[in-house]
């Protein structure tokens, strides 16, 4: 790999590609030619793209961006000039044209904007390019290649529909974990343990609804009225889940206006700290609005032998001893950590019926749900995506897709059915992410408009609304973490085509808007790539097998089964790894219960072909159990399944197993990329940023991946924060923006792949689109990591002005000193600055490891750029504060500039503040005299003396003037870019001087 590609080389701001992030403001740079050979010839149009691709239908890019890839034989030619247009009907290029951008004298081949009219709402444009060389010889025009537009905002009829939300289940409120004498919150005696309670019900009451909750730490089984109503089987940290079940059937038929609760409780060992517990709660309501509970503690009996028939409600408990209450709810060694798992309803089946009475020209389907789709019309499946449409924090974006259904559609009558999964947005299992408590988190949802335009210029819309038809479906659960459970004997034949009977179907419920911004998907879909067939199918006992595919994969697998019975469950565990007896190893601490598991129940036909909709996993083995025989290679095949984008880079090498690594790279990329770039697709699925940051140049060496990180990059944008933080995994739900954060190491990612997008593709309105927000990382995610000594310091004036100011907390090492209202361009300045006696060397108080070297920013050869009232952030004066903070007698919109010298091996910094006017109708008076210091010797050089005008306050306004004009004694370059700045900076009155961005200040 070349130097310009190494990650630490990008981070210390060595521009390739001839430019850096700064420089966005021009054209992009040509590729250095040699001299031209004596076989050259004239230039050709190889390939073409819209935004990066090939073809685009569908996309709500007011100006899109064309770009095109020049060849010619020989070497040393290129491009001089190119010329642009653009029309809507593709067989008349002579006629009137939507945009002609005339012969422009560029070298530009990449990222050129269409600059036409404003873009018709679902038109198709076309598009071609000519190019001429050096030697003025133009080529010929590039085929033909289109961009269509999608539905304006004021053209969407449709409206969101689904299946209402179920109740909420009970919690643990007023409950206490419970456990027999002896044991104590922190240890409890290990094995079984049986408990019994009663709960009175009034004289003549009508149970109108009764729900029970509970959990144990381990595990349990529970019965109400003598019949089994719960059970949670061995798992880790299986109390974190609590088990919901409606007893209302179970409390009606006692006999006795009395329910009896029975539960077998059992602790395991095996851990230093061995808490065991036992937490319920039944609630019983009557329809005479009377509610009555039972809940874990003192009324309770425990018995530590199992004696016959404990669990029916007439067994004589009273010779069993009373329990040992160990904690409420909510404290103990449990805390409030267990998440009372939702009922999940089963993947809702959306169906509409409708004629299309005229010849059709073209259809277009405009899709979304939440969290993913799968459509079919008139029985055939609809586009080739999978875990569509791409994820989002739901509150801010939304995505939908667009699909050419002109092929499907039939003058008639016609079906369109949708099957909705979960994903993230209705995510039910548990996990330490909180994706189950995402703020936006709701039942799936689905918003659809189908277009069907006609030869004569009508149209016929059918859109999403409260006349479609809902049931439940196979799929009954669906978790991108635990997995997919589908029953084939519950699919009703025949439900997206014409003709089906769905009158016992009820009407689709309209619900709630989601707060996000409806946009068109701007990235590449997920598909399944490629099919793999196992290397190795073993018996690891009677009826279960291991198949090992040969190579980790993210994905799922494709199962036929042949001959089994109805109701016979096949059920698929997926894995990386295998345990130490053989089996599959599934399961990861973060995510308890049931982990990358599929089940099938057979409907009993002679062959049954079954694939996930809604879930992937990482595996190499898949462990499956239930099948009438030995599986053959073809019937258990693996699925590759990631965002499909297109491999731009090959390697080869004499040494067969550097291509061997370099090929599982490119396999490890590929299983990463859905929708985001995860940190792996089996334990987490997570967009962690960090993991992004070390592999987008990787990720860009070997595939075309701008519009997978464009999207995310928006999705960066929409995680931030008012005051500019970002979480460490994005998407986020909420978490990750106080665990493991602030973490500045990871969320530098924003600006290191704008710079990525610019670098490799020459992506200049990432760098647009993204400067404001990116700036406003660099205190967003800092506060209080601002001065410390084992981080970098940054001085930046992109601060926000408009950005709250974030209160001073425990451990912070900023305050806010002063603000002042400057009148340009309308915003607040915010001046910092820090005081107080610092060490020269050792290390800061209070902290640990080895003595710091760092003494007083700014050091020689540095400088801190100015503050202006235009861009809001003040400088930081960063001195580690051993003392008391004090308001320090810094003016508001303050430039600064500063001196140091050395001699006898310290170091000894002066900063002085040349303030600068917020009105622009100052006068400026006097001077000021220094003299710079030596690098080598530390001593007075000659020459070295500049000037500058002192301020006075200005006469209109009372703050202060600038300078007119200074000495400039050193000038820095840019991290960025090529551009310098002098130590002491000119500033215009009533103007802000114009920088590149935040310069990292070491020392």
């Known amino acids: ?384 995506q999978v875990l569509d449409p791409g994820f989002t924090d739901y509150d801010e974006t939304v995505l939908y897709a667009v699909h050419d259904v002109t092929g499907l559609l039939e003058r008639g009558e016609n079906a369109l059915g949708v099957t909705l999964g979960r994903g993230f947005y209705g995510m039910t299992t548990p996990n330490v992410w909180n994706w189950h ?195 053959s290679p073809g019937q258990v095949l693996g699925r590759v399944v990631h965002t499909r984008v297109e491999e731009v880079s090959g390697f080869a090498c004499s040494e067969p197993f550097y291509e061997w690594l370099d090929g599982a790279m490119r396999r490890t990329v590929l299983n990463n990329l859905h929708g985001i770039p995860t940190d792996t697709p089996m334990y987490e699925k997570n967009g962690w940023t960090g993991d992004a940051q070390v592999g987008a140049p990787v990720m860009a060496y070997a595939f075309g991946v701008h519009r997978l990180l464009s999207k995310w990059l928006g999705d960066l944008a929409d995680s931030q924060t008012e005051t500019g933080k970002v979480p460490v995994i994005v998407p986020s739900g909420g978490w990750g923006y106080r665990e493991a954060a602030p973490s500045p190491e990871w969320t530098t990612v924003y600006p290191f792949v704008v710079r990525e997008m610019y670098r490799v593709y020459g992506d200049e309105r990432a760098a647009r689109e993204h400067w404001t927000p990116w700036c406003a990382t660099w205190t967003g995610n800092c506060p209080g990591w601002w001065t410390d000594w084992r981080s970098p310091r940054w001085a930046t004036t992109c601060r926000p002005a408009t950005a709250a100011i974030r209160p001073r907390t425990p451990g912070s090492r900023r305050r806010r000193i002063c603000t002042a209202p400057c009148r340009t361009p309308r915003r607040r300045a915010t001046c910092w600055a820090r005081t107080g006696p610092r060490p020269v060397t050792g290390r800061p108080p209070g902290s640990s490891g080895t003595p710091s070297t760092r003494r007083s920013w700014p050091r020689r050869g540095t400088t801190a750029r100015p503050g202006t009232p235009a861009t809001g952030r003040r400088p930081t004066r960063c001195r580690w504060p051993s003392g008391s903070y004090r308001r320090a007698p810094v003016p508001p919109c303050s430039t600064v500039w500063s001196r140091t010298s050395r001699s006898a091996g310290t170091t000894s910094t002066r900063a002085r503040w040349a303030p600068a006017c917020c009105c622009g109708c100052c006068a400026p008076t006097a001077a000021r005299t220094w003299r710079t210091p030596s690098r080598r010797s530390g001593r007075i050089r000659a020459g070295g003396t500049g000037r500058r005008t002192a301020p006075t306050p200005c006469g209109r306004c009372g703050r202060w003037s600038p300078a007119p004009a200074t000495t400039i004694s050193r000038a820095r370059s840019c991290s960025g870019c090529t551009r310098t700045w002098p130590v002491c900076v000119p500033v215009t009155p009533g103007t802000a001087p114009s920088w590149c961005g935040p310069t990292p200040v070491r020392g």
Request: aromatic share 8%.
């Open 437 to 631: 408590r995402a703020p936006w988190h709701g039942e799936p949802r689905l918003l659809a408009q189908l277009e069907i335009d006609h030869p004569d210029g009508s149209r016929t819309t059918v859109a999403s609304d409260g006349e479609w038809r809902l049931t439940e479906g196979p799929t009954r659960s669906n978790s991108l973490y635990a997995g997919e459970s589908y029953d084939a004997r519950l699919a009703p034949g025949g439900w997206t085509l014409p003709g089906f009977d769905d009158s016992a179907w009820r009407p689709a419920g309209v619900q709630e808007t989601p707060g996000g911004k409806l946009r068109a998907q701007p990235h590449d879909p997920i598909e399944i790539i490629e099919t793999v067939r196992p290397e190795e199918i073993s018996e690891l006992r009677p009826g279960v097998y291991v198949v090992d595919m040969g190579r980790t994969m993210a994905g799922w697998t494709r199962l036929t089964v042949r001959g089994a019975a109805e109701g016979t469950v096949v059920r698929l565990v997926h894995g990386e790894q295998r345990t130490d007896d053989g089996s599959v190893e599934a399961g990861t601490g973060h995510v308890p219960g049931r982990f990358q598991t599929d089940e099938y129940v057979c409907a009993g036909r002679a062959e049954e072909v079954w694939e996930p909709s809604f879930s992937y996993k990482g595996f190499r083995y898949v462990q499956i159990s239930g099948l009438p025989a030995r599986p």
């Open 1 to 384: 790999m070349a130097e310009g590609w190494k990650r630490r080389v990008f981070l210390q701001g060595t521009a390739a590609a001839g430019a850096g992030i700064g420089a966005f403001t021009g054209a992009a740079p040509a590729t250095a030619a040699p001299a031209r050979g004596p076989g050259a010839s004239g230039l050709r149009i190889v390939r073409t793209t819209v935004e990066y691709a090939g073809t685009l239908l569908g996309t709500d890019v007011e100006r899109p961006r064309l770009t095109w890839e020049p060849a010619a034989p020989g070497h040393g030619v290129r491009q001089r000039a190119y010329r642009v247009q653009v029309v809507r009907d593709r067989a008349r290029w002579d006629g009137r044209k939507v945009w002609d951008s005339g012969k422009v004298v560029s070298d530009r081949t990449v990222g050129v904007a269409y600059d036409g009219p404003a873009l018709l709402p679902r038109t198709r444009y076309f598009w071609r390019v000519r190019v001429w060389d050096a030697d003025g010889r133009a080529s010929r025009w590039s085929e033909p290649s289109w961009w269509e537009t999608t539905l304006s905002e004021g053209d969407w009829r449709a409206r969101w529909i689904g299946a209402d939300a179920p109740p909420r289940p009970p919690s643990f409120e007023g409950a206490s974990w419970i456990w027999a004498p002896g044991a104590t919150p922190s240890d409890a005696p290990e094995g079984p343990r049986w408990f019994r309670a009663r709960l009175a019900l009034p004289a003549g009451a009508d149970v109108r609804r009764a729900v029970l909750v509970a959990t144990a730490d381990d595990d349990f089984t529970l019965y109400a009225g003598g019949r089994r109503a719960l059970h949670a089987p061995q798992r880790q940290d299986g109390w974190r889940t609590g088990q919901v079940a409606d007893v209302t059937a179970l409390v009606r038929d006692t006999s006795s206006r009395e329910v009896v609760l029975a539960a077998l409780a059992t602790n395991r060992g095996g851990a230093r700290v061995n808490p065991g517990g036992l937490l319920v709660r039944l609630i019983v309501d009557t329809a005479e609005g009377q509610r009555r509970e039972l809940v874990t503690g003192d009324d309770w009996r425990v018995s530590e032998t199992e004696q016959p028939g404990w669990q029916q409600p007439d067994f004589d408990d009273s010779g069993w001893a009373g329990v040992a209450v160990l904690a409420p709810y909510g404290q103990g060694p449990w805390g409030s950590g267990v998440s009372v798992a939702e009922p999940e309803q089963p993947a809702p089946l959306l169906r509409r019926g409708f004629t299309v009475r005229k010849k059709i020209s073209r259809a277009r389907l405009y899709l979304s749900g939440l969290a993913y789709y799968e459509a079919h019309l008139n029985g055939r499946r609809v586009g080739r």
